[in-house]
């Protein structure tokens, strides 16, 4: 036996202009009563009905439910206390879309802690009382308006609560079904229910015992067309506990949820995914793209060392031209290869005797006898072995200014006046572009025309073996003045090397970064939009027992499951596109399996965080939102 009991509630709406919605409302309901509640638009209906069902707090007066207070109860009570004694039916239905008739009516004891069978048959149960015993499996979105209705009826039965509370619940009706709705509620209340419906239709009234008008927010009580029933029978006896919810259930609803709402479910995951799957493979990528840097660099760079001296004493340019310095640089442990050479000042060179339109190139003298081909790339139309005393070759540039004749034909051209036979040009001299613009003969013969202004070398190393080369290089070449050496040898490798790596690095986490926050933005657009579209369902499940806690459970468990799912997807596709690039360029694919669990981590760690936002704002939903919708 449930009694309500209300005297001078009062409810003002807090605003710039405050508004009571209802004045000093005086009013018993007890056990077994059927009661109308009807006025105009705007009359403090609703607000009747939500402070009745502890939907809402009154601002002023004392509600009693059974003779206990419960005007101050905090919000875990009031959950408990609601869930104990109310059902409730809304002009909206309030049905779960996505999710099976049944279900739907077992939601109604979710809220109860108890097992999902228990909660099932209880379920089937009510589907027979309302005659929709056939439908349970289907969808609710195949049923009728009427058949809709008819669902929600089923689950305020399921729950088996004394007071059954309905705000319009044929609003949305046809006489015909409007009729079948009140007959069933009629029959609730033949069995002990107390019913209080809120209506415009006078025709829906009429099904009541007990009339009240609110106009203003003053209830008036109209007739009473039969004396207060007293039922000794109480309805269905009530299930399981109030305000209770089992994880697994718990966790079965979410998975539910996030089934019925495919398209926003997939939209989610594949956001999730997407930020993992390119975390996953930039993070792959550049272990691989580093180890690929490392190879580019010991196989092309760092293999060139070249030192230079000024030569200007005689003593100096001996040495430095002599072929003990070139024996002992050939020595060195990583030198492939040497070339030494001497510069002198220019010479005029002509393509013919004595004309004029020849060039001044600069003389080059190479102590050895040819140019090695492993530091310089010379077209010859033989093997150039040696050359001897009367041949040169010319770098490409000025043969082009010569207009020299192909080197095939062995064109001869007047250096200082004296002939001399081309026997191949310098297309490529590395860094050391100069030579292209030079004349290069044996130093014997060089030092005919001049005294070398200084000396270079030119040192082909081992990979790896740049910076040692050039630590010994000067001695090597020069022991007499090393000091006087300049070498110039490429950066440190492991520096250069980290720099780079480093640098790609920085780029692929940058990568990862940007595509996290864009998960992250999206899933709490997506998260909050869907918490709003949802209110209506939020509202029910605070109005049939849940606990704000038990709201925030249930969207961060959903933003949890898309992070599980969105990150395994993720971590699957990262690595199916690192396989994808590496092995497409050729590399050497390197994965780190360790990625997976990170992935997935990662998933349900961006999902959390974007679901903050809406898990706050879900849990902000009041139950009396549940009728406003
Ligand atoms: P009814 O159900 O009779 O149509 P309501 O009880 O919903 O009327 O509303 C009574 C008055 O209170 C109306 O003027 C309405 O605008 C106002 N009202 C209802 N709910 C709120 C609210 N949450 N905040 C502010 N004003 C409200
Ligand atoms: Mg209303």
Redesign the pocket.
């Known amino acids: 036996m449930v009694e309500l009991r209300l005297s001078g509630v009062g ?1 003002t ?3 710039e202009v405050p ?1 009571r ?2 004045r000093d409302v005086t009013l018993t309901i007890r056990q077994g009563e059927f009661i109308s509640i009807q ?12 402070q009745l069902a502890l939907l ?1 707090t009154p601002t002023s007066g004392d509600y009693l439910i059974d003779g206990v207070g419960v005007r101050t109860l905090g919000e875990r009570r009031r959950a408990v206390v609601r869930s104990e004694n109310f059902a409730f039916i809304f002009q909206s239905f309030h049905l779960l879309p996505g999710r099976s008739v049944v279900e739907n009516v077992a939601l109604g004891l979710l809220y109860r802690g108890l097992g999902h069978r228990r909660r099932l048959r209880a379920a089937e149960r009510a589907l027979d009382f309302v005659g929709l015993g056939r439908k349970s499996s289907q969808r609710v979105e195949k049923l009728s308006g009427g058949e809709r209705q008819r669902a929600a009826i089923a689950r305020a039965i399921a729950s088996g609560a004394p007071v059954i509370v309905a ?2 619940p044929t609003g949305n009706l046809d006489s015909r079904n409007s009729d079948q709705v009140m007959e069933l509620l009629s029959q609730l209340n033949r069995r002990g229910s107390t019913v209080i419906v ?1 209506t415009h239709d006078d025709r829906v009234a009429s099904y009541a015992s007990r009339h009240l008008r ?1 106009e203003d ?1 003053v209830v008036e009580e109209l007739d009473r067309t039969a004396p207060a029933p007293h039922r000794e029978l109480r309805p269905e006896p009530m299930r399981g506990r109030p305000s209770r919810l089992r994880v697994r259930d718990a966790l079965g609803d979410v998975w539910q949820g996030l089934r019925a709402r495919r398209a926003r479910s997939a939209a989610l995951i594949a956001c999730v995914a997407l930020a993992v799957a390119l975390a996953t493979a930039t993070t792959g990528l550049s272990t691989t793209a580093r180890f690929q840097v490392s190879d580019v660099f010991d196989s092309q760079r760092n293999q060139l060392v070249a030192l230079a001296a000024s030569t200007t004493s005689a003593n100096l340019a001996e040495q430095a031209l002599s072929a003990q310095s070139s024996e002992r640089l050939r020595g060195l442990a990583g030198v492939r290869d040497v070339a030494v050479l001497a510069t002198h000042p220019s010479v005029d060179v002509t393509a013919r005797p004595s004309a004029p339109g020849g060039a001044s190139l600069q003389l080059v003298g190479s102590a050895s006898q040819t140019l090695p081909e492993s530091l310089f790339t010379v077209s010859s139309p033989r093997p150039l072995t040696s050359l001897s005393d009367d041949e040169v070759i010319l770098g490409s540039r000025a043969a082009q200014t010569l207009q020299l004749g192909p080197v095939i034909a062995s064109p001869v051209v007047w250096v200082d006046g004296r002939p001399r036979t081309v026997v191949g040009i310098l297309t490529d001299a590395g860094l050391d572009v100069g030579l292209l613009d030079s004349v290069i003969m044996v130093e014997a013969r060089a030092a005919d025309y001049s005294q070398p202004q200084y000396a270079s070398v030119k040192i082909r190393v081992s990979p790896g073996a740049a910076q040692q080369v050039a630590a010994q290089a000067p001695v090597a070449w020069l022991p007499s003045a090393p000091q006087s050496v300049t070498v110039d040898a490429p950066p440190d490798p492991m520096t250069l090397r980290a720099e780079v790596e480093a640098s790609i690095q920085a780029v692929l986490y940058t990568l990862t970064a940007v595509a996290a926050i864009a998960a992250l933005t999206l899933v709490t657009t997506i998260m909050v939009s869907s918490v709003m579209e949802r209110t209506g369902e939020i509202g029910l499940r605070r109005a049939i027992g849940a606990r704000r806690v038990h709201i925030r459970v249930l969207i961060a468990s959903e933003a949890g499951l898309t992070g599980l799912l969105g990150g395994a997807t993720g971590a699957y596709l990262g690595i199916l596109a690192i396989l994808a690039i590496t092995i497409g360029r050729g590399w050497q694919p390197v994965v780190d399996w360790a990625a997976v669990p990170a992935g997935i981590a990662g998933g349900v760690a961006v999902s959390l965080l974007g679901a903050v936002f809406a898990t706050h704002r879900a849990s902000r939903i009041e139950p ?2 549940a ?2 919708q």
């Open positions: 409810k709406y807090a605003g508004l919605a209802l006025g105009p638009s705007g009359a403090g209906k609703s607000t009747l009905l939500n809402d705000d319009e809120v609110v927010g009396s939102e009728l406003h």
